[in-house]
């Protein structure tokens, strides 16, 4: 892992080009892709991966702690247990436990906005889905000034970033990154187990490479359609795990969430 966004290249997209973000505030990429970041933060610890926890039942109070308990495995205990996880899948883990505070805490709500005044007591996670498009274009096709962008000059689009650039990567193809806003991951929902190789997935992927010609103000079809640069594309809906809200403590006091 490295430390990202203290050079210039990273900042926002507005009608008037790309303009640097210099917030101070602390980011960081993973040289050999994401997994890089958890290993860094997991050096020293006993790590477990690919491990199932079922959400019946597989979260068991135990007289002060915790069991996890594994199919075909065995109960591993513990003092504390801490769910990285929202929407249904943390909601049913914890719906047979005591802990019926926290519990009511993860129930979760979908939409590309939140809810306006809401009742006191009825708080929810709000889920939004967004769509997350990767592309392959020869090197020069998209602009060199930057590496990642909020983008705030594309309806359609909210982030738009160069994997090759932010992995200090040297090739004759880049890879980019265009993420969607949750408006457009509301109006073009589709099942995502089932959306590779459908009429869809065409047209999604049309949109948002026309969104990012505007975005980086490329001509139309630089990118897109049977003459455009792109070379490859993959498609994904992010449609469980992005929440557009969070809790905040009444008495100040920090937790883990």
Known sequence: A???????????????GFSAIDDQLERWVGIQGMAGIVKALAQGLEVHQDVWVPPSNGLQAAGGSWNVVVPRDQSYNFDAAVIAHNGKCAERLTSSTPAKEVHALLRTNFAATLPRNPAPGSGRFTLNQIYSLIFEVPKGVMPESFDAAFVENEATLRWLSSNTGKLQQKAEHEVWTALSSPAFGKQHKAPQEFLEGTAKEAEVVDLMLAAVEKAVALPAGTLGGATGAVRHTKLQLWGAALPISRWASSDAVDFVW
């Open 2 to 16: 490295r430390r990202f966004g203290t050079d210039g290249r990273f900042g926002r997209l507005s009608t008037e």
